[in-house]
């Protein structure tokens, strides 16, 4: 039984069909990148995994049960998008980690936070955008979870900080744990892939190992995704 | 440390050159124990399962020993490591002088810039 | 996990009504500070009169204020930027709604006592004002009786619980637009709060207008208390039903049609 599975899902907004007959599985162990141009279905493919969002039709199964609150006890998402509460402060963030998520591991969390040198004390509003990221991305990291899914990680973010967040996912990422990275932003993260995953228009057109492309097709994952998705 | 690895050649094959050399320039020493598979996964910035295929190859090659307590180690055996700088100085050989041949360069003049560039030191 | 849902939500919804909270109290206080000031210095009599605006202005916005912070912390949180976290936590939904409806419950509940509080300040120790109160107080429950305004009391009460499951049904219906959800969200509320007084009519006044002897009680100058407090116990309930509907109707909006942006 794979980690997660989808099975013929359609998922239609109205009359758009954003998803279309999705036949995939996730498997332990792997770094899978989700890539594909904006509108093509990554994000309702992560959303369905979620439990954001129910399938038109087909089913989503991961551990073999349809999402749902033990789904989620394994999965840590890290959205596109600024989620927490501004209000709070970092360590009022992480108490309340660690009060939903069993597997959160709090010393992870302030070591993270310590080595770049931000205050516990400190309201995450006057924190800037980059840094705000940044702690969402460790909070996200700070779990043991089974599945990690990072929503565009890297976008709109400096080269230096770029690099932070790599290294931070590589070096936090639990052995065993499965990840996907959704990003356009394939030439940085294409070697810590281990699966490629091309979607579009709501189909998956691809699906392969990454060294695989390598040895076959003799190119990089950037370029072939060029190719492929050639306008 | 990010090695460029070229992106359209199999990673786990370039790590494997890549950590042959370190192993035979002394960079991990005899009987060293190695980074783990997540360190060497964030030093070179590459995916954990191909950092462990590349130590497997290693390993079928008896280059690296594998304690299932204590983690992986570089071989005690001078003499493979010894054999693996040599075959690596052969191969970075090779390729200069296949270059320096189609640049018309005699064996003297080579030999001649090796004496010059000693006396220098 | 109810508990540690509300925890987190009560101090967030606490931090924003405390300042309009600390007004009306201090408003209250300086009221009659001036009210007492105004007896030795009559030319006070227009700045008093200004702050007895002010203190009832304040105990007027203190409920609205109050309402508005709960729903729009709910807005918030289960449809805009913070639902992501919301809805991935592992909860369920129907538990994620009722905490916050109790935490609207508790809050109007806070508001009420903070009123209630202000307004004894402002009229602290102004001769026989407790005493009067008390008085009508006493006559009234020997009127009405004590079961009688036990019920009065409860329906407040239940009036929040029952706002708050229109306005969260509301919202969930108004996130299932890709556009212009807020909008709609009044839109939807507008509908229900009509079809509250649709039903309302339906169940509560047309039965007893066709029921000719119920009709004569209520019209003649007999009518027992009983009466009336059986007729409010039943619109008690018929409210109390259709907020557990309003409830599941939006469990089951945020389960199956959730929809953010």
């Keep these: 039984m794979s980690l997660v599975e989808f099975h013929n899902v359609d998922k239609n907004y109205g009359a758009k069909k954003a998803l279309s007959d999705i036949n995939l599985k996730i498997e332990r162990g792997h770094i899978y990148g989700l890539l594909g141009p904006n509108g093509s279905g990554k994000t309702t493919l992560i959303k369905l995994i979620n439990d954001l969002l129910t399938p038109t039709s087909g089913e989503v199964l991961i551990n073999g049960l349809k999402p749902g609150v033990e789904s989620k006890k394994i999965i840590s998402y890290l959205p596109e998008r600024t989620y927490l509460n501004m209000n709070l402060r970092v360590e009022e963030v992480i108490a309340y980690f660690k009060d939903f998520y069993t597997d959160f591991d709090e010393d992870k969390a302030h070591k993270l936070l310590d080595k770049l040198k931000i205050d516990s004390k400190t309201k995450l509003k006057t924190l800037s955008k980059g840094t705000k990221e940044k702690v969402q991305l460790i909070l996200v990291m700070s779990r043991k979870a089974d599945l990690y899914i990072l929503d565009e990680p890297i976008g709109g973010v400096d080269p230096a900080s770029r690099d932070y967040i790599l290294n931070t996912i590589l070096e936090n990422f639990n052995e065993g744990s499965s990840m996907i990275i959704c990003t356009h932003l394939i030439a940085d993260i294409e070697r810590i892939l281990d699966d490629v995953i091309f979607i579009n228009d709501g189909k998956i057109v691809l699906n392969e190992s990454a060294e695989e492309i390598r040895s076959v097709r003799k190119m990089t994952i950037d370029n072939l995704f060029r190719e492929e998705f050639k306008c | 440390m990010k090695f460029d690895f070229n992106g359209d050649k199999p990673i786990y094959k370039q790590l494997v050159e890549v950590l042959k050399y370190d192993i035979a320039t002394g960079e991990y020493q005899a009987g060293d124990k190695l980074p783990s598979v997540r360190e060497f996964s964030a030093m070179f910035f590459v995916n954990p399962n191909t950092v462990q295929r590349a130590l497997n190859e290693l390993e079928d090659e008896k280059l690296i020993i594998t304690n299932r307590t204590s983690g992986k180690f570089v071989t005690d055996d001078h003499k493979l490591i010894d054999n693996q700088k040599k075959s690596l100085a052969i191969k970075a050989l090779e390729e200069c002088l296949k270059k320096l041949e189609r640049l018309n360069i005699s064996d003297e003049q080579v030999i001649k810039y090796i004496k010059d560039r000693r006396e220098e030191k | ?261």
């Design chain 3, 1 to 261: 996990m109810l508990a540690k849902l509300m925890k987190y939500d009560l101090k967030s919804l606490l931090k924003g009504v405390l300042p309009i909270y600390l007004i009306g109290i201090v408003l209250a206080i300086v009221s009659r500070l001036f009210d007492v000031l105004v007896d030795h210095l009559s030319f006070l009599s227009i700045p008093a009169g200004f702050m007895l605006f002010f203190f009832i202005l304040a105990m007027i916005a203190i409920p609205f204020f109050t309402l508005g912070i709960v729903v729009m912390k709910y807005y918030n949180t289960m449809v805009k930027d913070e639902a992501y976290l919301t809805h991935t936590l592992p909860v369920k939904k129907s538990t994620l709604v009722l905490s916050k409806i109790i935490d609207g419950f508790i809050l109007m509940v806070i508001s009420t006592i903070v009123i209630i509080l202000c307004i004894a300040i402002r009229l602290f120790m102004i001769d026989g004002v407790f005493t009067a109160l008390k008085e009508v107080w006493l006559s009234s429950v020997e009127v009405l009786g004590l079961s009688f305004w036990i019920i009065i009391i409860v329906a407040f009460f239940l009036g929040f619980i029952s706002f708050f499951t229109c306005v969260f049904a509301a919202i969930s219906f108004g996130q299932k637009h890709n556009n212009n959800k807020f909008i709609m969200s009044f839109v939807y509320y507008i509908a229900i709060y009509y079809i509250n007084q649709i039903v309302s009519v339906v169940l509560l006044i047309v039965p007893v207008y066709l029921n000719k002897s119920w009709w004569n009680t209520l019209n003649s100058e007999n009518v027992s208390i009983e009466f009336i407090n059986g007729y409010l116990l039943v619109a008690l309930v018929i409210s109390l039903v259709m907020s557990a509907v309003y409830y599941f109707i939006t469990v089951n909006n945020m389960t199956k049609k959730l929809n953010l942006e």
